[in-house]
């Protein structure tokens, strides 16, 4: 059964059917499937295979935003029902992909995760310079900064940020986490960042580590 919707999300996701992975989404819920089950199997294997076409150019640009579009409306569908937290978060997160780089669906899936267990989230989007997220820390008073970034050309800006951390003051007040797919330990490291998380699940694990440090 969950095969079968798995492989239906897949391909609507695939053609970029947003209509279709919503209905599909919601028909697992109700069925009974785990959600994290529907987000890992389903949703982002799918943005994997995705991934590799467009790796192998039998993709274009085009297709992928479509197919990107579908995507969120799915996570859409699944948000409301990872969040279940009362009053009060257990800290808070400012979160955004970094300057130069557009790409956001991993950054929100971080995001709607750390919701889910109970963090308070900023999200400042994409293309975020290390003024605006030195400006969204120091205002929100944030416990931790999370930075996502999917491009080689864009990691920099995780470094510059946390220089503009240091500039400001901030640095040891705001625990860093870093995150995206060409984003490593060692690169974590190299930019003295407190943590890196290969995943959504990890990143929340770490976090909350974060927060006792
Ligand atoms: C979707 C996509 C796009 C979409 C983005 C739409 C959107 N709204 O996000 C569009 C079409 C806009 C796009 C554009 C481009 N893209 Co693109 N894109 C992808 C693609 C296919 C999927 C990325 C994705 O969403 N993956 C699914 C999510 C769930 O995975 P994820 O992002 O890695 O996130 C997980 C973890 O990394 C982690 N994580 C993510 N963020 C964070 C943050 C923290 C703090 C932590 C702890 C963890 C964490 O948790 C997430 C969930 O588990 C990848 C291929 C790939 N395999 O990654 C290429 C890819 C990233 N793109 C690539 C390129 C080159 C581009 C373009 C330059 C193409 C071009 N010639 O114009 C532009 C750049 C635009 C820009 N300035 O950003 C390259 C990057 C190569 C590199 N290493 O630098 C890739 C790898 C494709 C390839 N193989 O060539 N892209």
């Known amino acids: ?7 239906d999300i897949k391909e609507a996701l695939r053609k970029g059917d947003r209509v279709s992975v919503a209905e599909l989404v919601k ?3 109700d069925s009974g499937i785990e959600i994290r089950k529907i987000m890992d199997e389903a949703l982002i294997l799918g943005m994997e295979e995705i991934g590799s076409k467009f790796k192998k150019n039998e993709i274009f640009i085009p ?14 569908v699944l948000e409301p029902h990872f969040v279940r937290c009362g009053i009060k978060p257990i800290g808070k997160v400012v979160i955004g992909t970094v300057k130069g780089d ?4 991993g950054k929100n899936i971080v995001s709607m995760m750390m919701k889910g267990v109970c963090f308070e989230v900023e999200d400042q989007g994409i293309d975020v310079s290390p003024a605006k997220f030195v ?24 470094r510059e940020t946390i220089k503009a951390l240091k500039s400001a003051n901030l ?10 797919a060409p984003v490593t330990q060692d690169f974590a490291d190299s930019i003295e960042a407190d943590a890196f998380a290969r995943d959504a699940a990890s990143a929340v694990d770490k976090a909350k580590e974060l927060l006792k440090r």
């Open 171 to 180: 640095r040891d007040k705001v625990k860093v986490i870093v995150g995206g």
């Open 102 to 105: 557009l790409h956001d669906i």
């Open 135 to 158: 400006d969204a820390v120091r205002k929100s008073g944030a416990d931790i900064l999370a930075m996502s970034s999917l491009l080689t050309t864009s990691m920099p800006s995780m």
């Open 63 to 76: 297709e992928v935003l479509i197919s990107a579009k579908a995507m969120h409306y799915g996570m859409a």
């Open 1 to 7: 059964m969950a095969e079968t919707i798995f492989l």
């Open 27 to 29: 028909k697992a819920m």
